[in-house]
C-alpha cells in the first residue's frame, strides 16, 4: 500500500549541496531532490540552475502547480502572457493549466528551487533531457 496516508513505507532525506539525481541539459542543469515516490505523489522538489543568458524550457502548460523560490541571482518568469523579473528571495506561484516559463536573462548564473505538486513530475525527465541534447536551449 502507497497511498497519501500511509507514511510508514516513506523514509527521511538528508542530501549534502549538490546532491540528488542529477540532469545536464546543456546550460541549464535540474537536480531532484524529492520526488513522487519518495513524497507518496505528494510533491517534486528540484533545482534548476541556468548559465547567464539562457532561454528556458519554452512557454508551457500542465496540470501540476509550479511553485519556484529563486536561491541565486535574477530568474525572468512567463506567467500568463507577462514576464517578470524575480530576484534572490522570490516566490512565483504558476497555477496548473496557466502558461509559465523561465530564463536567465541576467550576467550571472541563477537557480531556483522549484516545487511541482502533485508530484511524479520527474518521470518526464529523460524525454526532457533527450529534448534539449537535440535542441539546446539558446540565448535569452
Keep these: 500500500m502507497n497511498d497519501r496516508n500511509d507514511t510508514t513505507a516513506r523514509r527521511s532525506i538528508l542530501l549534502a549541496p549538490g546532491e ?6 546543456g546550460s541549464i542543469s535540474a537536480t531532484f531532490k524529492a520526488d513522487g515516490a519518495e513524497t507518496a505523489g505528494g510533491y517534486s522538489i528540484s533545482e534548476w540552475w541556468l548559465e547567464p543568458h539562457t532561454q528556458g524550457p519554452g512557454a508551457h502548460a500542465h496540470p501540476e502547480d509550479d511553485i519556484f523560490y529563486v536561491i541565486e541571482g535574477i530568474m525572468s518568469f512567463l506567467i500568463g502572457d507577462e514576464w517578470i523579473d524575480a530576484s534572490s528571495g522570490s516566490f512565483v506561484l504558476a497555477p496548473g493549466g496557466v502558461t509559465h516559463d523561465f ?38
Design 20 to 25: 540528488g539525481r542529477h540532469y545536464a541539459m
Design 103 to 140: 530564463e536567465n536573462r541576467g550576467d550571472s548564473r541563477a537557480g531556483v528551487l522549484n516545487f511541482s505538486h502533485p508530484g511524479d513530475f520527474e518521470r518526464h525527465m529523460p524525454d526532457i533531457a533527450d529534448w534539449f541534447s537535440a535542441h539546446p536551449p539558446g540565448p535569452a
